[in-house]
């Protein structure tokens, strides 16, 4: 049994960072991709960042390049969403999220979820 905790979330004021990260738990992620996902209200759920558990795959949504770090610490099974400059747009619901084989930005192919963590930025 996959288990994702994530965490991290709050309020923060336009400008402002946050470190939002999940914790693996329940088998070997070793050939794994993990991402994190966003959903607004009223908006689909839209790809942020993702990385290959093994490799050094790094990939990001045009809307975040340049702000958002994804990383990993394979000592602790977890996975980091460093989030800087931070816009009100940002504002949303993050999900972490895994699945086997390639990367993908379709969050219909990911089989595992976090329970998801609020994002909240004042302008």
């Known amino acids: 049994q996959v288990q994702l905790v994530d965490s991290g979330g709050g309020l923060v004021q336009a400008g402002g960072s946050l470190r939002l990260s999940c914790v693996a738990s329940?088998?070997?992620?070793?050939?794994?991709?993990m991402a994190w996902f966003r959903q607004a209200p009223g908006k689909e759920r839209e790809f942020v960042a993702a990385i290959q558990w093994s490799g050094s795959g790094l990939y990001y949504a045009d809307s975040v390049k340049g702000r958002f770090t994804i990383s990993r610490d394979n000592d602790k099974n977890t996975v980091y969403l460093q989030m800087n400059s931070l816009k009100p747009e940002d504002t949303a619901v993050y999900y972490c999220?895994?699945?086997?084989?390639?990367?993908?930005?379709?969050?219909?192919?990911?089989?595992?979820w976090g329970q998801g963590t609020q994002v909240t930025v004042s302008s």
């Open positions: 999220a895994a699945r086997m084989g390639p990367y993908s930005y379709n969050w219909r192919s990911y089989n595992y």
């Open positions: 329940g088998r070997t992620f070793s050939t794994y991709v």
